[in-house]
């Protein structure tokens, strides 16, 4: 199926049910394919390496930039962390809706990520034990990119790493470029397409 004949079947839908998070996945990719990055929402195989790499002391909080349909929002609650110390970010204004709608205890920022020093109450600047970052960030510009890695260092703590998920097997960021150093922490074959989770941190 194409993007046309996508757009027309999401038109043709009827409206009745709250639909399935694959399809309002699908709805927003056809609307905005780069920013949605995949055709497909993040599977289990996914959020089990998340919830293996999630650091989250007690006094700190989960930052997800990206929330997309909440697949990864569910592997961090999954992981243990309380709704109330998860806060996820999202850019498309029906997605933030449909999250809070899904996870009325989370704290879905609607906006752009590279201001996330703003979005967070002042106490939580430098409690942020894990930030995970699923934008597609392989296909964004090279400014943008530097400019979203600026901004997680400017919440997360002195030292420590963020995460990010992709579909590509080598690294999707200019490691020298941004100043940082990264590890492909695991990938999981079974997603679709296979994606591969990385740590990054400064150099």
Known sequence: MNRSELTTAIKKRKVGKKPPAAWIFLQRWAANPVTMGSVCPSGPGLQKLVRENLI???????????????????????????????????????????????????????GDCRHIDRMLPPSLIGKVGTLLVGLPMVILPKRMQAEIVDAIFRVIPEGRRFLLFTYSFTSPLDMKALGLKGTRLGWTPVNFPPAYLWGYSRA
Do not use: M, Q
């Not at 609650?77 to 205890?105: F, H, M, N």
């Open 56 to 110: 989250c002391g007690p006094d700190e909080v989960v930052v997800e930039f990206g929330g997309g349909t909440g697949a990864l929002t569910k592997a961090i609650l999954d992981g243990g962390i309380p709704d109330e110390r998860v806060y996820t970010v999202e850019i498309d204004t029906k997605l933030a809706g449909y999250l809070r709608g899904i996870y009325p205890r989370v704290n879905v920022l609607h």
